[in-house]
């Protein structure tokens, strides 16, 4: 039977689906950042802040700690991570060339230098227990296989590593009827005036419906591996940091 996978609210082919991803990050990449602030009204950075602050590395580690930004794109969170943790080595990869560029162009007008890897999450080229961090910020809703992608960042920590899944997740009941009516008639027109692309804008806030509510992800953390793993709502769940942990 031919495998299949949520695109917004269409099912299509799962091969079909990391094309139809890879066409809307082409398309928004150079203005991803703005389109983010413009979208979020700021809070992206504070959700951001919030889950590098949520990092924790092992006292006395024999070695610079590893960290691996997963569908990092524009190296928000890579940047945040080296500036908490300036000894580490912080790993910035992503499946899709164009968001690596600018993401790498990014970090090298503020002067930081970092390992940039293109890769998919369902397949990491990084050995068994091998990173300290791994994270994916509003990445994991458009990877085909999540439960592939999960286990991955489980295999690739070392023993007391901990993943952080900063994702959009299920908003409160009493807001959902304001968070929909943005989401479906405002957001493609921002994109559509902002970006020249509203077909995009409109994936985006139909795979932030499809995508696991918080529960529901917690439990296939469990599942793909993870020892421990727990969540914190962000904005009355417009988004949660998931973490999960290995022994």
Not at 82 to 95: C, E, F, G, H, R
Not at 188 to 213: C, F, Q, T, V, W
């Amino acid at each position: 039977m031919k495998k299949t996978a949520d695109f917004g609210f269409e099912t299509v082919a799962a091969d079909d689906k990391k094309k139809r991803v890879a066409d809307v990050f082409d398309s928004v990449a150079s203005k991803y950042n703005l389109m983010n602030d413009l979208l979020s009204v700021g809070l992206h950075r504070h959700w951001k802040n919030a889950t590098v602050a949520l990092a924790h590395l092992p006292a006395h580690l024999p070695e610079p700690p590893v960290i691996l930004d997963l569908a990092g794109g524009t190296g928000d969170l890579t940047r945040r991570f080296l500036k908490k943790y300036p000894q580490a080595t912080a790993i910035l990869s992503d499946i899709n060339s164009a968001m690596l560029q600018e993401g790498r162009k990014i970090l090298l007008n503020r002067g930081l230098v970092a390992p940039v890897v293109q890769c998919n999450a369902e397949a990491l080229p990084f050995p068994d227990k091998s990173v300290h961090v791994v994270s994916i910020g509003f990445g994991l809703r458009n990877v085909t296989n999540k439960e592939k992608a999960l286990s991955e960042m489980c295999r690739v920590l070392k023993p007391g590593g901990m993943a952080l899944v900063l994702e959009f997740s299920r908003v409160q009941k009493s807001l959902a009827p304001f968070y929909d009516c943005y989401s479906f008639k405002i957001l493609p027109k921002l994109g559509r005036l902002i970006a020249n692309d509203e077909a995009s804008y409109r994936y985006l806030a139909e795979s932030i419906r499809m995508h696991p509510d918080q529960e529901t992800l917690r439990s296939m953390m469990l599942n793909a591996g993870f020892d421990r793993a727990d969540y914190h709502n962000l904005t009355a769940g417009v988004a949660a940091v998931h973490i999960g942990q290995v022994r």
